[in-house]
């Protein structure tokens, strides 16, 4: 594309935002390539939430925009900790219907006293994530 908007790294490198869409373009960056692309889209993604948190505030306090407005959805959820509505789920449908809480969440609400009882139940597991320097 000839009029994109294209990310400049201060190594004067370009990467356009087709880049961005194109599996085989990505493919073909090297690793510290990739890398300072991964790091400039961080720094991106910062920039954007905070422009999208001055336009929500903005609306909430009333501007107004020529093409952009609040929408409104619904919503469903249930009294989470209702107990005559967990009892009367579990009494016509079954335990099913109920979900135990993390162990954080009963951490949180026993305290300590609980970890106990976690102990013997708690399955441990691994997850990879991304870890920026």
Not at 29 to 53: A, F, P
Not at 78 to 92: G, H, N, P, Q, S
């Amino acid at each position: 594309m000839a009029n994109e908007i294209t990310i400049i790294d201060d190594f004067g490198q370009n990467f356009g935002l087709s880049l961005l869409n194109d599996k085989e373009q990505l493919e073909e960056l090297d690793n510290d390539q990739l890398e300072d692309l991964v790091y400039l889209i961080k720094h991106l993604k910062n920039g954007i939430s905070k422009v999208d948190k001055e336009l929500k505030e903005r609306l909430d306090s009333g501007s107004q925009f020529k093409h952009i407005t609040y929408s409104e959805s619904k919503t469903q959820s249930l009294a989470k900790d209702d107990e005559k509505i967990k009892k009367a789920f579990v009494k016509k449908h079954g335990w099913e219907s109920v979900e135990v809480k993390s162990p954080k969440q009963l951490k949180d609400l026993f305290g300590e006293k609980i970890q106990d009882d976690l102990d013997k139940v708690v399955v441990y597991g691994t997850q990879n994530w991304v870890k920026y320097e």
